[in-house]
């Protein structure tokens, strides 16, 4: 049975379990030119050739914050048979009333069957329930499987971040994309 339900603790063990990484075929170039009259950025999808893996490592820190977060009404996880099988850890905004989505994962054995579509669902309804006008996420523009996924989802990419991770990142790095879903 798969059951979607806040998210009330958390170890470092099933955060490495679930948000393992992703494995990518494709990767969306960014292009980026400025002059003193016009600044413009355009993603195009291309294919890789070789796969692109991506490994997640998570520290303590990161998971003391993840559980500050627990009791606020916009965590969840999705469960399989009593398995955590993929969560999402959110935070509301209050000044911007919107809801900011830091981790989305499904465990790898569990992509591809509906799980990551039931979990975002729950995370939306909890914020139109809260009034808020818009859920944000964050990924980067080498993980092609993940926009697509939001896309889907009625999400919309509506930011680019060239040094977000590195100031090295642009233009072969990985670059920031940030992707919201307008609720009101």
């Excluded at 494709?26 to 195009?44: C, G, I, R």
């Excluded at 809260?130 to 930011?159: D, H």
């Excluded at 971040?161 to 994309?177: C, F, K, M, Q, S």
């Amino acid at each position: 049975m798969t059951e979607v339900r806040p998210l009330t603790s958390l170890t470092l063990e099933e955060l490495h379990q679930i948000a393992s990484g992703y494995v990518s075929e494709q990767k969306y170039e960014v292009a980026h030119s400025e002059t003193e009259d016009e600044v413009t950025f355009m993603l195009s999808p291309a294919q890789l050739e070789q796969p692109y893996i991506k490994k997640y490592s998570f520290d303590g820190e990161t998971l003391q914050a993840y559980e500050k977060l627990l009791d606020n009404g916009f965590c969840f996880g999705i469960y399989e048979d009593g398995t955590l099988a993929g969560l999402a850890i959110s935070e509301v905004h209050t000044w911007n009333n919107s809801l900011q989505l830091h981790d989305f994962h499904i465990a790898e054995e569990y992509r591809g069957r509906g799980f990551g579509r039931q979990l975002m669902e729950r995370v939306v309804s909890a914020a139109r329930d809260a009034g808020l006008r818009i859920v944000v996420c964050e990924t980067q523009n080498k993980n092609a499987p993940a926009i697509k996924f939001y896309k889907r989802l009625g999400f919309s990419l509506e930011g680019i971040d060239l040094t977000h991770y590195r100031n090295t990142d642009y233009p072969d790095g990985e670059i920031a994309v940030f992707m919201k879903l307008h609720l009101a």
